[in-house]
């Protein structure tokens, strides 16, 4: 691994620098930084709204060096990964890329993230949390290495209708024709990089990923190319308002990890969760298959779903009602926003059943905090299919130009 | 994956030809299942076998006596009727004393206030045995299941305890989590006694009579000797092996087939059932269900492999101490040893050397740091004394139990198998004069060679380690304490499972109702 670039004692900063924290700290306006497994990373440089109406309009940098990497390579590689997670990897092509989750033995979500194939045997995950014990004991009876390189690897989101455009004048020529999910290895200022059609935003996007020296220059070569393109360097905030409408989860937030749940029955299932889409039962074993088909057989109890809201008023936290009375909790919201590109209240929010079905109506009660007055509202909420924003330019190939 | 000239399809596969094994096919053979056994070996037995260690000498190969085989399951595979002769039963026990006395442990011998202690003991250890003693026929309960068998089996253990009475059931519940030591202490005098009573709790695990959980060892072992009734530390003629041998004649008429020279390199998945196993030969073999009486990791981790496996469930075996302690001595004399002081009915009991608490502990202070005890403790039989045919003419054979030796051994067992195998023979002398110069020949087997000779990891006697962790619902690990797995058709029958090692054979016969229920595998 390479030497952290702070150099501090850790109990004197107890936080990493990415190696795009210099170009980050110029541009911030409102000095709003926060923790990021382990890094400090923007919150939000100037505001939400113009950080965010950037991902829609034009094109985004966001640092999202601190996602943890694990290189995982071997012979075993494969039949390693599809006993973690629970989608079929042998499918999965070299230079292509994979959204998965993974459960423990009862069936429940340890993390999701992305796979990433860069060969017959080298593999790279990326994940919200750091879980290299569950790794490592998933390997027992398998013939390959592991390694964290989260440290190693510099990465960088570029989403935006324009952002096709932009990483073709900085020297990536043929990023128009990466697919979505799909790998490809370019050089911007002579400096070799590796990209990835894949983002968080549901938007047309590209993840970049590269030495951490390259760092700096990548970024400036960016900012330069997409200066008359509205380029803009954005935070956290104003990418969990673009996920919620692209109705991605955020750990954490839309679930807790298995591991780390304290409290019985607050574990999620891929099925609760909405991601059955994600599970191959047909592929043969993987951890959790069997209490998942258990589940499958009986039903989940309850679901996550998308919710339309009236008002606009975000229901964060809101717990639901199945009548306007609030005599009946039938569960509460994870991630709220109002969604500027929908027009439409949106959340995200565990229902029990029957009330997640598509089109049934659900009651948030909904606080609000009025210059230090707290109201209440009971709003009406119908469970509406995700993701609530969809743009077809997110799968187009190539993208149109700008 | 398997052709249908693999067949014939079995109802059950078993894995292994030891004990556990053999009372598993016999027990489904005689329920009506179609059974193979497969056995790595050339002949049925594994741990519980017996074997020539020089030309004319032959010897138990682990445990040398039977006393956990309940009397029951003896006559219901009617084993001596299938050849088991026994060469002594009833035996006695004779603790030996360096440059002392030995003290005879039974009522009669003990005098003064550890004679009328002991009585105490014993009747209070017999009515806790016997409260005890059912839980060894039966598939343990899950917990909260909700399951009425389950809660059945709950209330039946409370039912079983609280019969006692309110006095025993106080008493049982407050020295359930003692040591031996503090027990030992609190009733007994001599140290002698206190040395003898103690190396049984500790015997065949890992623990020192000062650790936790060891009075739970020995009333786990008492109670066996109490279902195992008459045959109560008993040697059967022809050795362990012989036991084995009825075994499997037993299951043979009962319809089992049973093939030695046959190692299993695999258990075969399809559809996340198995489907029979493949032979390192590379045969294969078809059947509805497969039974291991391997220990759970090798089951787990080798024969089926971790990949049909979940990660929590394959770290719950890793986790699973399988570490063993326990060395066997086997000796070759020209002539029967003279233990000083026994008279000649001792002599052909069973002979115990661990003096005292204190020199049990010592000698397992070193295990704990990877080093063979420098006194050892040994549990001694001369079995020739009771089973002259075990040895040429004229001579004998000492078998002996060393603890603590353990699997591993930080200075290597390559390098210290001779210095240690000397020094067992210099503690044997100390206590039988002139027997160094009677040895024709010794073995030394130790935790290691029990791995490599019996496929045990870890070469422990129990498959794993009798601990209050590891111990009935929760032997092996949680998610195959009732014989089944996470693989619904693979069952384990062996001493990894409740209620463990020893030659007791309940983990096979419990195993075998458990695969014969209705709804189960066949």
Known sequence: ?402 | MLQPSALPRYDCIVIGGGHNGLVCAATLARGGRSVLVLEAQSRVGGAASTREFAPGFQVSACAHLLHLMPAELIRELKLESHGLKWSAQSMSTTALLSGGSPLAVNRSGLSGSDGAAYALYCERMRRFAQALAPLLGKVPPRLGTGDWSDRWALLGLGWQIRKLGRRDMRELLRIGGMNVFDLLEENFESDVLKGALGFDAVLGTNFGPRSPGTVLTLLYRLAAEFAGGATALSQPAGGLGALCDALAKSAAQAGAVIRTDSPVARILVEADRPVGVELESGERIAAAAVASSADPKTTFLKLLGARHLDTGFVRRVQHFRTKGLAAKLHLALHRAPQFSGVDAAASSGRLLLAPSLHYLEQAYNHAKYGEYSSAPALEITVPTINDPGLAPPGKHVLSAIVQYAPYALKAGWQNQRQRFTELCIDTLESVAPGLRGSVLKAELLTPVDIEQEHGIDGGHWHHGELAFDQFFMVRPVPGAAQHRTPLPGLFLCGAGCHPGGGVMGMAGRNAAQQIMKPGAAI
């Open chain 1, 1 to 402: 691994m390479t030497t952290p670039k702070t150099l501090a004692p850790h109990f004197e900063q107890p936080l990493l620098e990415t190696p795009f924290h210099d170009r980050a700290r110029a541009l911030s306006q409102v000095d709003s930084f926060v923790a990021w497994a382990g890094y400090t990373t923007v919150d939000v440089f100037t505001t939400v709204e113009q950080e965010y109406f950037a991902i829609r309009n034009a094109t985004t940098l966001y640092d999202l060096t601190p996602m943890v990497k694990y290189r995982i390579f071997g012979p075993d590689a494969v039949p390693y990964l599809n006993r973690l997670v629970t989608r079929d990897l042998a499918k999965l092509r070299p230079d292509r890329v994979a959204y998965c989750v993974w459960c423990n033995d009862a069936g429940h979500l340890i993390d999701d993230g992305t796979v990433f194939r860069l060969g017959e045997t080298e593999f790279r995950l990326c994940t919200a949390e750091r879980q290299i014990d569950w790794l490592l004991d998933s390997a027992i009876g398998f013939d390959l290495k592991i390694a964290e390189v989260t440290e190693d690897i510099a990465a960088l989101a570029v989403q935006g209708p324009t952002s096709c455009s932009v990483l073709t004048a900085a020297g990536m020529v043929g990023v128009d024709r990466l697919k979505p999910f799909e790998i490809g290895y370019f050089n911007v200022d002579g400096r070799a990089l590796t990209a990835s059609r894949t983002g968080f935003t549901g938007d047309l996007g590209y993840e970049l990923w590269m030495a951490p020296q390259d760092a700096e220059a990548v970024w400036d070569a960016l900012m330069a190319a997409g200066r008359s393109r509205g380029i803009r360097a954005i935070g956290s905030q104003a990418l969990n308002i673009a996920r919620l409408e692209a109705g991605f989860l955020s750990p954490n937030v839309d679930f807790v990890s298995a591991e780390q749940t304290i409290r019985t029955g607050r574990d999620r299932s891929p099925l609760e969760l909405g991601l059955a889409w994600l599970v191959d039962f047909d592929k043969g074993h993987f951890n959790g298959r069997r209490a998942l088909l258990a589940e499958r057989q009986r039903g989940p109890r309850r679901q996550l779903v998308g919710l339309d809201i009236a008002g606009n008023k975000p229901a964060h936290h809101a717990l639901l009602y199945a009548e306007a009375n609030g005599k009946r909790e039938i569960g509460s919201v994870s991630s709220a926003a109002w969604s500027p590109t929908c027009k439409l209240n949106i959340a995200l929010a565990m229902v029990e059943g029957p009330y997640y079905q598509l089109g049934s109506t659900v009651w948030a009660d909904i606080y609000l905090n009025r210059e230090l007055v707290w109201e209440r509202r009971m709003s009406r909420a119908v469970v509406v299919e995700r993701p609530f924003f969809a743009p077809s330019r997110r799968r187009a190939t190539p993208p149109t130009e700008f």
